[in-house]
Every structure is written in structure tokens, then in C-alpha cells.
T-cell receptor, first 115, second 113 residues
Framework: DAGVIQSPRHEVTEMGQEVTLRCKPI?????LFWYRQTMMRGLELLIY????????DSGMPEDRFSAKMPNASFSTLKIQPSEPRDSAVYFC?????????????FGPGTRLTVT | AQSVSQHNHHVILSEAASLELGCNYS??????LFWYVQYPGQHLQLLLK????DPLVKGIKGFEAEFIKSKFSFNLRKPSVQWSDTAEYFC???????????WGAGTKLIIKP
């Protein structure tokens, strides 16, 4: 298996622009997680889905952030409009909830820089 | 609310030194426990996990961790560290029946050659 796939790997954009991050979970995994990592705040869970349904989005910082999972093999995280404080590495992770261990597998991340 | 504490935010050791990174959690029920490692510029990778059974868990690259239920702890150990162990280490806890991992703040480990 290719593992969790994220694109793009790097994104540089100007403040005010829309940014869309993409994630393809491991095939067969039913849960998908979006995380943000910064030096100041560490690793933060933004939102997670189970069977394509958002279960907990309490970590989404504000209305500028939105996430969708239209099917079991694809999810997007959108920031509109973007701001410099959104600069971070965004990780997607997936897990198989039928496994009692619930181990999460992480993608390589998208490094977002908003200027 | 459930929480995970990693008391050491930064640890600096010399090569061949022994390592122990602390992890304590606050949840009284049955838990799954994880240690993840993040090498510089890379994503998080699973180092080891505890689900049930032997509380002493062996992981990759010579790491081990011991689950002590009475102390709500899952400390990570390695008898002799190498320069390549320089990374950030995250402890995480999952309560049974929940999908979310509760993460510690991470410990940055620097190994001096």
C-alpha cells in the first residue's frame, strides 16, 4: 500500500488566497484525521471523519477553515481566505476503526506558507 | 477531560547514554497507548504501541516502553541512544471506544555525537 497520500507537499500563497489541501487515506481505512503542527502550538487535531461523516470539528480554528470527505478515498481541507498565521504543516492520518488498536497512519504532510 | 503529559519538552543526551522519556495520562478506563517519533522534516511514525498483555512493549530501533497502570504511565526507554535518534517523540492515548488519540505535547530529543 502507498500509505496516506497528501498533496501538495509544499504550498506558498499570499494572504487572502484560497488554499486547498488534499488527502487520500489508506484503502480500507474508515477514519480520517486532519492535524496542524506549528512550533508554537505543537500538534493539534482539527477535525476527524468516520465513514466520511465529520465526527468532531471542534479543533477547526475558525470559519475560514472547512473540510470535506465526499467519499472514502478523498478528503480536502480548505482555508478561505488564508492568513499568515495559518502557516504550518498540515498532516492527514487514517486508521481502521475495526482494528481494536486504532493505530493512526500519517501522511507526509503539506507545508503551508502564507505570506 | 482526558490528557497526556510529557514532562520533558527538551532532552539533550550524548551518544550511548540511556534514555527515558516520561508519559502520564489521565483516564481511568481501558486504554491503548502509543509512542510516535517524528524525525526532522518528516511525518509522524509509530514507534511502538500497547494494547493488552505484557506491559513491557518492544518497538522498532531498540525502543521499549512499560505500561504501569497504577501510575498511569507509559514511559519510553532505550538503553543506548544514537545520534540518529535525534527527533521529537510524542506519546498518545486512546480510550477504548473512542476514535481520537489524545496527544502529549512532544519531547524534542537531541543526541550529541
Amino acid at each position: 500500500d502507498a500509505g496516506v497520500i497528501q498533496s501538495p507537499r509544499h504550498e506558498v500563497t499570499e494572504m487572502g488566497q484560497e488554499v486547498t489541501l488534499r488527502c487520500k487515506p489508506i484503502s480500507g481505512h474508515n477514519s480520517l484525521f486532519w492535524y496542524r503542527q506549528t512550533m508554537m502550538r505543537g500538534l493539534e487535531l482539527l477535525i476527524y471523519f468516520n465513514n466520511n461523516v465529520p465526527i468532531d470539528d471542534s479543533g477547526m480554528p475558525e470559519d475560514r477553515f472547512s473540510a470535506k470527505m465526499p467519499n472514502a478515498s478523498f478528503s480536502t481541507l480548505k482555508i478561505q481566505p488564508s492568513e499568515p498565521r495559518d502557516s504550518a504543516v498540515y498532516f492527514c492520518a487514517s486508521s481502521h476503526p475495526n482494528s481494536q488498536i486504532y493505530e493512526q497512519y500519517f501522511g507526509p504532510g503539506t507545508r503551508l506558507t502564507v505570506t | 477531560a482526558q490528557s497526556v503529559s510529557q514532562h520533558n519538552h527538551h532532552v539533550i543526551l550524548s551518544e550511548a547514554a540511556s534514555l527515558e522519556l516520561g508519559c502520564n495520562y489521565s483516564y481511568g478506563g481501558t486504554v491503548n497507548l502509543f509512542w510516535y517519533v517524528q524525525y526532522p522534516g518528516q511525518h509522524l511514525q509509530l514507534l511502538l504501541k500497547y494494547f493488552s498483555g505484557d506491559p513491557l512493549v518492544k518497538g522498532i530501533k531498540g525502543f521499549e516502553a512499560e505500561f504501569i497502570k497504577s501510575k498511569f504511565s507509559f514511559n519510553l526507554r532505550k538503553p543506548s541512544v544514537q545520534w540518529s535518534d535525534t527527533a521529537e517523540y510524542f506519546c498518545a492515548v486512546l480510550s477504548r471506544g473512542n476514535y481520537q488519540l489524545i496527544w502529549g505535547a512532544g519531547t524534542k530529543l537531541i543526541i550529541k555525537p
